[in-house]
């Protein structure tokens, strides 16, 4: 009876470790948890929606009471786990192996279970019964050993035992070295350059300020097509208020730390500077705003962790994958539904962000033709990108941008410039603000081109008939004229916009004593 009772044992130690050798060694489940006298093991791999929690244990089943604790025992482990995670559901599986079935009626207990949001399968290994929930397992995770392999005697158990060991341990040890490859340092780098830039904008008149946001490089439009091509790059390291610096800086550290220990110092550089042009480049596609920021190049960091999750998923979405999946979407729904934020920027990054780290894979290792894939896809939608944006010019532009442009001309003297950037935006088929209009016609003053002056103030009031400065404009144009009667029209015009302004008052009182 000894001897008979030893071969039991055997077999079912035989069996739980073939299982556990099936689940961690060849469907990569991570163990979670191992008891201590080593009869409870619980694995995790998230990839498996089916499966994605599984409890494997050895027990001597008596009675089918003792099925049923055991069932509600799983069913509390994984609705804390599932907590834990933070998943919405949790879809478990329950392995027990045991020398015998229970005694009495237990079959209502092997029927799929629910607590809370943890649904939980059970299936039940015994010596004599292997083929019927293999075939069950089967249908979850294919394929399963072969029904030879659960029988063998005690040193195979202790080569299974032993293998699933070992495995775990140099698992652990690569995946150390996975997430610990290289030393931040640009992420610091980056950090301080983005607070030393924000210091000297605010030394030379404010973040904020559109003059200092283009002396310092921020993406302007009609620069760029101008030829000033480093606007695609400087924008990721100026912030638009100290608000914005502080959320990015935050961003950037967090993100950049990860990324830069994953992919080391050099990938993260070209991933960070890579993914910094791609936004830029997209937003200049699609907004003709003036914009600034590291948001294009950190959404880029999101980039490179998309394709660690691509190419390792099952890694990706044991460690950070659902966190880094939500992160992303909350930040892009912002984008679309906040007004002020460059979502074109963002994608442009990610997008960048993705095929950056396709170019250059992970460190020390090498896959030639699917790099060079990435590599083709990238430098061809650079190219495309940049071709039709430089051949459509002013469809990236936008009145506020000319006008910016136009004032800064105007400022150093230089109105023929002013009038050349003006007309040409409105002959290319842009459409111009009341201030495009008023600008041409302030130059036209100043040249004696009166007729066409007029029609263009008229054109800026027809636009804003609140802009006091054309309704002026036009009542000294009317009093050079002769147009009395139109001139003090322009000039009421002008007082009931802007009541407090001295000179149209002094004008009003000029036209009516005349």
Not at 88 to 100: E, F
Not at 371 to 391: N, P, R
Not at 470 to 480: C, M, P, R
Request: glycine residues 8%; charged residues 20%; aromatic residues 12%.
């Amino acid at each position: 009876m000894d001897e008979s009772s030893d071969e039991m044992t055997t077999q079912i130690d035989v069996i739980f470790w073939r299982l556990a050798y099936f689940l961690v060694v060849e469907q990569e489940y991570t163990l979670v948890r191992l008891s201590q006298d080593r009869s409870e093991i619980l694995l995790e791999n998230r990839s498996i929606k089916e499966a994605a929690i599984i409890r494997l244990s050895r027990q001597n089943l008596g009675w089918a009471a003792g099925l049923r604790r055991d069932i509600e025992k799983t069913l509390w482990i994984g609705e804390r786990l599932r907590k834990q995670i933070g998943t919405r559901k949790l879809t478990m599986l329950n392995i027990i192996v045991s020398p015998n079935k229970p005694v009495d009626e237990f079959s209502q207990f092997i029927r799929p279970a629910e607590s809370g949001k943890t649904k939980a399968s059970t299936l039940l290994f015994t010596e004599d019964e292997v083929t019927g929930p293999l075939q069950e397992l089967e249908a979850i995770l294919s394929p399963v050993p072969e029904l030879r392999d659960f029988d063998g005697a005690e040193d195979e158990a202790t080569a299974y035992e032993r293998a699933v060991l070992s495995h775990e341990v140099k698992r652990k040890e690569e995946e150390k070295r996975f997430f610990h490859y290289g030393k931040p340092f640009f992420t610091y780098a980056f950090t301080a350059v983005n607070i030393i830039m924000f210091l000297l904008m605010t030394l030379a008149g404010g973040s904020t300020n559109t003059e200092v946001l283009i002396q310092f490089g921020a993406k302007f439009n009609l620069l760029i097509l101008e030829g000033e091509w480093w606007r695609f790059v400087t924008p990721i390291f100026l912030h638009i208020g100290l608000l914005h610096l502080l959320m990015n800086s935050l961003a950037l550290y967090y993100l950049g730390i990860a990324v830069e220990q994953i992919y080391g110092r050099l990938r993260f550089l070209w991933i960070y500077l890579f993914s910094g042009f791609t936004g830029s480049l997209l937003s200049f596609l699609l907004t003709p705003n003036l914009s600034a920021g590291a948001s294009g190049a950190i959404f880029g960091l999101f980039g490179a962790l998309l394709y660690f999750g691509v190419t390792k998923p099952k890694l990706f979405f044991r460690t950070m994958g659902m966190n880094v999946l939500g992160v992303i979407g909350i930040n892009l729904v912002f984008g679309f539904t906040i007004p002020g934020i460059d979502n074109a920027g963002h994608i442009g990054g990610l997008i960048g962000g993705f095929l950056a780290t396709g170019i250059v894979h992970f460190p020390k290792k090498r896959r030639r033709l699917q790099q060079m894939a990435f590599s083709a896809v990238a430098l061809a939608s650079v190219g495309a990108g940049l071709f039709f944006g430089f051949q459509h010019g002013y469809a990236a532009v936008d009145a506020q941008s000319i006008n910016i442009r136009a004032a800064e001309e105007l400022d150093a003297g230089n109105e023929q410039e002013a009038e050349r950037i003006l007309s040409n935006f409105i002959k290319n088929d842009g459409k111009p603000s009341a201030e495009t209009y008023f600008y041409l016609g302030f130059i036209e003053v100043g040249d004696g081109r009166l007729t066409q002056a007029e029609k263009h103030f008229k054109q800026a009031v027809a636009l804003r008939n609140d802009f006091h400065e054309a309704h002026y404009n036009l009542a000294l144009i009317y009093s050079e004229q002769g147009s009395r009667n139109e001139a003090a029209k322009s000039a009421a015009a002008a007082m009931k916009y802007a009541p407090d302004e001295q000179v149209y008052k002094d004008l009003a009182g000029k036209l009516t004593n005349e």
